[in-house]
């Protein structure tokens, strides 16, 4: 597993080098410099989406669950979030993290934490499945992409729909009663047989959530939707100010083919490579040129950075 990881990570550094390198270093370095200070309002306007998917994740608590304030809830998602972008665990690896710190900093009911990131992480993917959805669509009809490129979104939109069903699927069988199952069949149970009443009841707390809450999960599902589409001020914010304005909708789309390769290849470790090749295809077929689109994907790179940071420094600061 260690060599699979190590692996992928460096194709994916390589891919990057190359990307770079067929871009022209030079025209990317001088279009990222030209940002100065704003390249502060960048990395400050995505608390717009951080917003929206503080709520959504706020939403997804029972109505009677005593949380912090929406900034201290900000703060504990973050450093899930940092987990997720820095490994390669499909962006889940971080969600028990958020409910540990919510409990450990702010004594939140673990119960409720875990059930929550789970609810959230559903009206999530639901969300993604309508944002890519229409971005598709769009897309397809208004951008010259190869029929290779073409096919490969389309592809990856199916396998987003895909997980989200298995996810349904999972959940209505009760997802941590199966994962008490597939562990005494990899005979892996010991840790978990005592915890096996909490498995329980946090497949409950779900379920009935589903049930008693529908009011909550659709408000979930609501701000969730509004932080993708918010996803397309960052790029129509940058874009504006490496003196390339585009229309809205243009940045929509580009925000969405952004989104849409992140998810084919969650596997890699944040998105190496992935994101500037991305930026080089989605950008040339606007005919805004390649080398604008992995400076665009490079601006982003910078502004995750600096929010990973401020995850894993909560994180590293929560009380063990």
Do not use: C
């Amino acid at each position: 597993m260690k060599l699979l990881k190590t692996s992928i990570f460096l194709i994916a550094l390589a891919f990057f080098i190359w990307i770079i390198t067929k871009s022209n270093p030079f025209l990317i370095w001088q279009q990222i410099v030209s940002l100065r200070w704003r390249i502060l309002v960048v990395i400050s306007a995505y608390l717009i989406i951080y917003f929206f998917d503080t709520l959504g994740w706020r939403w997804a608590f029972k109505k009677s669950t005593k949380l912090p304030g929406l900034f201290r809830l900000f703060l504990a998602r973050q450093a899930g979030e940092a987990l997720n972008y820095t490994t390669p665990t499909a962006y889940l690896g971080g969600e028990p993290i958020k409910a540990l710190v919510l409990k450990k900093r702010y004594g939140v009911n673990l119960i409720d934490g875990l059930s929550s990131v789970v609810i959230a992480k559903t009206a999530l993917f639901l969300s993604k499945v309508i944002f890519l959805l229409v971005g598709v669509i769009l897309s397809l009809r208004l951008l010259k992409l190869d029929s290779v490129v073409a096919a490969s979104i389309l592809w990856t939109f199916i396998g987003i729909v895909g997980l989200f069903l298995f996810f349904i699927f999972l959940q209505r069988k009760g997802i941590f009663k199966l994962g008490l199952k597939l562990a005494r069949g990899l005979k892996l149970s010991e840790a978990f047989e005592d915890k096996k009443s909490r498995l329980e009841e946090l497949d409950e707390t779900i379920a009935n959530f589903y049930i008693k809450d529908k009011a909550r999960f659709f408000g979930s599902f609501i701000f969730h939707l509004l932080g993708w589409f918010a996803g397309a001020i960052e790029v129509y914010i940058i874009l504006y100010f490496l003196g390339i304005p585009v229309d809205w909708p243009s940045a929509f789309m580009i925000e969405v083919f952004f989104k849409t390769a992140n998810s084919a290849f969650f596997f890699v470790p944040a998105a190496l490579g992935v994101q500037e090749g991305a930026g080089y295809v989605v950008l040339s077929a606007l005919g805004l040129g390649g080398a604008v689109g992995v400076a665009l994907s490079i601006v982003k790179r910078i502004r995750e950075i600096f929010w990973a940071g401020i995850g894993l420094l909560i994180f590293a600061k929560s009380p063990k």
